[in-house]
């Protein structure tokens, strides 16, 4: 079963000598990375694309850390886009796209081979470019040379999974150019001021008991993590949670949306890591954090501590949900126990005024999170604060970002350095 060190996370020290690339730093840039991407984005001129014809249909390509760019543009479209959204992240690239159509290519280096080889193939077409990337870099010469619209990324960024806002932000500001959806810069103004509170509540100096993301890392530290979504905005949250789980953490993380992921979901509390199928008691309490009331004053720090069940199970004692764990189990008799399943559920900001259609919603999140209670499951919650949808995403996504970079450091990772990742890039050169 993993470990974390509980006490490295409040040592600012420690977690500055163990995260080499300065992970934390450049999470907690997300702010100035929106403010700097609109300034970027208005000089590269992409008020061009008003003047162009609304295109039949718009294709984004993205892949690896770039990916949720795609996901996000069409999240948003979708309600009220004129034109059809979708993401492509390789060739080949669909028959029908042509002198019609904007493609976006969406790359940190501008030399990803799927968005450069799709930016290529798109320009040979006739088709309308829209790329983001490193200046100096292939991607950015395909548009130039197609007479399509390239936003650059500015300095220092050196990992996608750290440069979200920098790639998402030129992309937002392209669609509402072109009236696919409504981002205009007060929204991303809002953006960014939320970006800024979060990297505040979730700072390094911030203590573990009232610090968010540090109270999620420790929870799902010695679960078997599975992210739910409660809707659409909720489940391009968890897909990026899952990714950041497993490439920041090491920790792979299954994820799903309601209501089309709730059976699916459900199904795995009759498991082997939970009291059910594991035949281990205890139903536990579960841990709500509401991003937008998170601070010393609002909440007392019982709040955000570990669910008291699962304390006590951890000191021998009896949970208080359930029967009583067994004091004389011998570990390497017995066996030692499988880690226990744990939800991380991203509920969206309550529906105001509500809707029938949220209030069946709601019933649905409320009896998957009663289940899994029920089966002993540790189920842990993040509560988007009111916005607009791309703010409230916001706060899903800096949840997620900093939690995963906390539970790598915890379990005593560099959450930027893999070294099979390194030896995977050098085996497939």
């Not at 810069?185 to 573990?208: G, I, K, N, Y």
């Not at 390497?332 to 399943?341: F, I």
């Amino acid at each position: 079963m993993p470990y974390i060190d509980e006490a490295l996370l409040d040592d600012e020290n420690e977690l500055a000598r163990k995260d080499s690339r300065e992970t934390l730093r450049a999470l907690a840039s997300a702010g100035a990375q929106v403010r700097e991407a609109v300034t970027l984005t208005q000089e590269a001129g992409i008020e061009r694309l008003a003047t162009m014809d609304r295109p039949r249909s718009v294709l984004v390509a993205a892949i690896g850390g770039s990916a949720i760019v795609a996901e996000v543009l069409e999240l948003l479209a979708e309600p009220g886009s004129p034109v059809p959204v979708q993401a492509r992240r390789n060739l080949p690239l669909p028959g029908w796209v042509g002198p019609l159509d904007l493609v976006v290519a969406v790359s940190l280096s501008g030399r990803a081979p799927g968005p450069l080889a799709v930016a290529a193939e798109a320009a040979r077409r006739g088709a309308m470019l829209l790329t983001v990337g490193a200046d100096d870099s292939p991607l950015a010469q395909v548009c130039r040379q197609a007479r399509g619209v390239h936003v650059g990324v500015g300095r220092h960024r050196t990992s996608s999974r750290t440069a979200l806002w920098t790639l998402l932000t030129p992309v937002l500001m392209g669609a509402d150019q072109l009236g696919l959806l409504e981002a205009p810069v007060t929204t991303l103004e809002a953006v960014a001021t939320r970006l800024d509170t979060r990297a505040e509540q979730m700072r390094p100096s911030s203590d573990s008991f009232v610090n968010p993301a540090k109270v999620l890392a420790i929870s799902l530290a010695e679960t078997v993590p599975v992210v739910l979504g409660d809707g659409p905005l909720g489940g391009v949250a968890a897909a990026r949670a899952s990714s950041m789980l497993a490439r920041t953490a090491r920790v792979p993380a299954t994820f799903g949306e309601l209501p089309d992921a709730a059976s699916g979901i459900v199904a795995c509390f009759d498991g082997p890591y939970t009291a059910i199928g594991g035949r281990r008691p205890g139903t536990y309490d579960d841990s709500r954090i509401r991003l937008g009331d998170i601070d010393t004053s609002g909440w007392e720090p019982h709040h955000f501590a570990e669910p008291e069940g699962e304390l006590m199970e951890r000191r021998g004692g009896a949970a208080d949900g359930g029967g009583e764990s067994d004091i004389f189990a011998d570990p390497y008799l017995d066996g030692p126990s499988p880690p226990r399943l744990g939800l991380l559920m991203l509920r969206d900001a309550p529906t105001e005024p509500a809707t029938p259609e949220s209030v069946q919603a709601e019933a649905l999140t409320d009896a998957v999170r009663t289940t899994a209670r029920e089966a002993g499951v540790r189920v842990m919650e993040v509560q988007a604060e009111a916005g607009a949808p791309i703010v409230r995403l916001a706060d899903h996504v800096a949840a997620a970002d900093f939690t995963a970079t906390y539970l790598a450091l915890g379990l005593g990772l560099d959450p930027s350095v893999s070294p099979h990742v390194a030896d995977l890039r050098d085996r497939t050169r």
